[in-house]
Structure formats: structure tokens, C-alpha cells
């Protein structure tokens, strides 16, 4: 995936080239202020991907034997990770899924899933706009996701989001995962930025958590997945991706 990388400019005093062009010796230039990061959840807030994740979700127990699972039941189980996923699978299945190997279930879910992620989803409605007008405005944008750093790669490649994007943190491109916030703090590191000066949009308490421990500004993405409560917490919701830029702006002005 092509990402852009931005060159900050040293704080120390800059080389001048005439020594007519300095003011006074030593002079200290005024440094470039720290570009404004907008960090983006992908499975329900950048995505609406809970098709796919359902579709390979009801495969994964059918094939065991047990009964499918409907889309609405998924809906509430996504947010924490394909392990955290396929383990809740299994203990809705019950007593008959008591003897089914975890893990092999897991590589089972990906090995399935990975291909056919793209299927069914699809950006949420205003996605393409909210990117682009930031973009426009000045900010980096990046993903901070539980998803692993390569699906979540080329997910975003086959949605052709990939232009958009300066540094995606995946699930497991650091040691820890939200709701750590180092998890996020990473993703702002990527993408050459400081959490001061940065935003986390998401749908689910962990990533309203991770932004709180990591002293970042939240918005609640109120269209996606996580239930109604999850916003506690967060700096302010948001009802669409519509909306992002405006809302950015205010948290964080240029």
C-alpha cells in the first residue's frame, strides 16, 4: 500500500543559504505546527462490513455442525478482534461447541473470511466526502484497527480507500490492541503526528477507551456497530460520516 510520508521540519535554526536573509545570528525560525491526525476504527465506522463478517461468521459454525447465526446477532459481537469474535461464535453455539480447538477455529474464520472480505462491504454513506474535504483541510489521515495490519491493508486497497491513508495501526502491528492506547498512540507515531493534535472516530468503547488513556479527542460514530451506551466517555457523536469534517474542525481548529 503506497503511504505518503510527510517531512516535519527540525525546530533547530535553519540553514540559510545568504547570510543577508538572517535577522540577527542564532535566530530561531518559527517551526511548523504538528499536522492535525484524524484516526479512523474501520469495521463500523469507516466500513460497513458486518455482511462479510456475518457471512463468513454463520459459515464458520455451519461447517462445525452447529446452527448458523444471523447478522444481527454478529452486530454485537464484532469490535474486539477476529479471536474475540470466533470466541463469542462459540460460546452462543453452546454446549455443543464445548470441544472445538479455539485457535483452529480462528484460522478457520480467516482463511474463509480473508478472501470474500469485500464482497458485500462497502465505505458508510459520506465516507468518500468526509476523506476528501479533510484531506482538503490540512489533516493526515490514518486507521487504528483490531483488524491484522494485512487484512486490513488490502480490505482497504479493494475498496480503493488506499489514497486517503498515511499509516494504518492494525491489531497486530504493536504489542498491544485497543482499548490500550498505546495501541493508538502507535498509529498517531505512524503517521508522524502528536496526540495533541490529534482525533479518534470510532463505534465501540474500545476505541472511546483507548482515546481517553491516550488523551485524545473522540467522536462517537453513532451510525455503526457499538450499542448507544458505548458513547460515555467519548468528546462528542457524530450521526454520519457527513459530519466528521465540520466536528474535526471545531476540536481541533487549523
Same mark, same amino acid.
Given at each position: 500500500? =503506497?503511504?505518503?510520508?510527510?517531512?516535519l521540519?527540525?525546530?533547530?535554526? @535553519?540553514?540559510?543559504? =545568504?547570510?543577508?536573509?538572517?535577522?540577527?545570528?542564532?535566530?530561531?525560525m518559527p517551526?511548523?505546527?504538528?499536522?492535525?491526525?484524524?484516526?479512523?476504527?474501520?469495521?463500523?465506522?469507516?466500513? @460497513?462490513?458486518?455482511?462479510d463478517?456475518?457471512?463468513?461468521?454463520?459459515?464458520?459454525?455451519?461447517?462445525?455442525?452447529?446452527?448458523?447465526?444471523?447478522?444481527?446477532?454478529?452486530?454485537?459481537?464484532?469490535?474486539?478482534?477476529?479471536?474475540? &469474535?470466533?470466541?463469542?461464535?462459540?460460546?452462543?453455539?453452546?454446549?455443543?461447541?464445548?470441544?472445538?480447538?479455539?485457535?483452529q477455529?480462528?484460522?478457520?474464520?480467516?482463511?474463509?473470511?480473508? /478472501?470474500?472480505?469485500?464482497?458485500?462491504?462497502? /465505505?458508510?454513506?459520506?465516507?468518500?466526502?468526509?476523506?476528501?474535504? &479533510?484531506?482538503?483541510?490540512?489533516?493526515?489521515?490514518?486507521?487504528?484497527?483490531?483488524? /491484522?495490519?494485512?487484512?486490513?491493508?488490502?480490505?482497504?486497497?479493494?475498496l480503493?480507500l488506499?489514497?486517503?491513508?498515511?499509516?494504518?495501526?492494525?491489531?497486530?502491528?504493536?504489542?498491544?490492541?485497543?482499548? @490500550? /492506547?498505546?495501541?493508538?498512540?502507535?498509529?498517531?507515531?505512524?503517521?508522524?503526528?502528536h496526540?495533541?493534535?490529534?482525533?479518534?472516530v470510532g463505534?465501540?468503547?474500545?476505541?472511546?477507551?483507548?482515546?481517553?488513556g491516550? =488523551?485524545?479527542r473522540?467522536?462517537?460514530?453513532?451510525?455503526?456497530?457499538?450499542?448507544?451506551?458505548?458513547?460515555?466517555?467519548?468528546?462528542?457523536?457524530?450521526?454520519?460520516?457527513?459530519?466528521?469534517?465540520?466536528?474535526?474542525?471545531?476540536?481541533?481548529?487549523?
Open positions: 500500500m =503506497h503511504e505518503h510520508h510527510l517531512g521540519r527540525n525546530t533547530a535554526i @535553519d540553514r540559510i543559504a =545568504h547570510p543577508a536573509d538572517r535577522h540577527l545570528a542564532g535566530d530561531v517551526a511548523t505546527p504538528t499536522p492535525r491526525i484524524a484516526v479512523f476504527d474501520m469495521d463500523g465506522t469507516l466500513l @460497513d462490513s458486518l455482511p463478517l456475518a457471512a463468513s461468521a454463520d459459515r464458520l459454525l455451519t461447517g462445525y455442525g452447529l446452527p448458523g447465526i444471523s447478522p444481527d446477532l454478529v452486530r454485537g459481537m464484532v469490535g474486539d478482534g477476529v479471536a474475540a &469474535l470466533v470466541r463469542r461464535l462459540l460460546a452462543h453455539a453452546g454446549t455443543p461447541a464445548a470441544g472445538i480447538d479455539v485457535q477455529a480462528v484460522d478457520r474464520y480467516m482463511a474463509d473470511y480473508t /478472501p470474500r472480505a469485500t464482497e458485500q462491504s462497502r /465505505p458508510f454513506p459520506g465516507t468518500e466526502y468526509a476523506l476528501k474535504t &479533510l484531506r482538503d483541510a490540512g489533516w493526515t489521515l490514518a486507521i487504528c484497527t483490531n483488524k /491484522p495490519v494485512a487484512a486490513a491493508r488490502r480490505i482497504v486497497s479493494e480503493g488506499t489514497e486517503w491513508f498515511d499509516a494504518i495501526g492494525g491489531g497486530d502491528s504493536f504489542p498491544v490492541r485497543k482499548p @490500550d /492506547p498505546a495501541h493508538l498512540l502507535g498509529t498517531i507515531g505512524l503517521a508522524h503526528g496526540a495533541d493534535r490529534a482525533i479518534m463505534d465501540h468503547h474500545n476505541d472511546i477507551f483507548a482515546a481517553k491516550a =488523551h485524545v473522540s467522536v462517537f460514530a453513532r451510525w455503526g456497530y457499538g450499542r448507544p451506551d458505548m458513547e460515555a466517555g467519548a468528546t462528542i457523536g457524530a450521526d454520519s460520516m457527513t459530519e466528521i469534517p465540520h466536528i474535526a474542525g471545531q476540536l481541533i481548529p487549523a
